[in-house]
């Protein structure tokens, strides 16, 4: 089963996010969908155009596969654009910002053994512990509304961005 918590995310809390992974440990960041395999890997992810990233803790070796999205696209924009195909049994965290307009929450999230039939080839305690590392950075920063102790955690500067939409 994999590990996962709800939050919402805008670009300033991205960016001390990506800040804090980079003081825990050597981190690459890439995006789910890019025109050439190259453009999939970014520095920082920019919330307007990549809500949805992943990051991989060098540390736990692996190496990526790359696949083409074929004719049958989610999105046909994206047709003939290059994916890491084999996400779920590496070792990276999924993060997608949500969006507080849409009143749509993120996740961040590893996948765990859930789709890795044939197990995972990293050391899946010390993973774990980075994985519970952010997890507590996200709990520390982050705030949920009164009262939904289940809820998405908002994280500083997206909890102000929801403030501000409650108050029109």
């Known amino acids: 089963m994999g590990r ?9 809390d991205v960016d001390a996010l ?10 690459a960041i890439f995006v789910g969908f890019a025109e050439t395999a190259a453009g999939l890997w970014i520095e ?8 949805f990233f992943y990051v991989w803790n060098k540390r736990f070796p692996w190496t990526p596969t790359y696949g083409r999205v074929g004719e049958n696209a989610q999105n046909p924009a994206h ?3 290059h994916y890491v195909a084999n996400t779920g049994a590496a070792p990276v965290i999924e993060f997608d910002c949500g969006t507080v307009a849409k009143r749509r929450y993120g996740r ?14 990293y050391d899946v305690d010390a993973f774990s ?13 982050g705030k949920k509304r009164p009262g939904d102790n289940s809820g998405a955690y908002y994280l500083p500067k997206a909890w102000g961005q929801a403030r ?3 108050s029109r």
């Open 108 to 121: 961040m999230y590893w996948s765990k053994y859930f789709t890795a039939p044939d197990g995972l080839q």
């Open 164 to 166: 501000t939409l409650e």
């Open 18 to 27: 990506i800040d804090f992974l980079r003081d825990t440990a050597e981190v």
């Open 129 to 141: 512990h980075w994985y519970d590392k952010i997890l507590g950075w996200i709990r520390k920063q």
């Open 4 to 12: 996962q918590i709800p939050l919402f995310a805008a670009q300033a």
């Open 79 to 81: 047709k003939g654009w």
């Open 44 to 51: 920082t992810p920019r919330v307007d155009e990549d809500p």
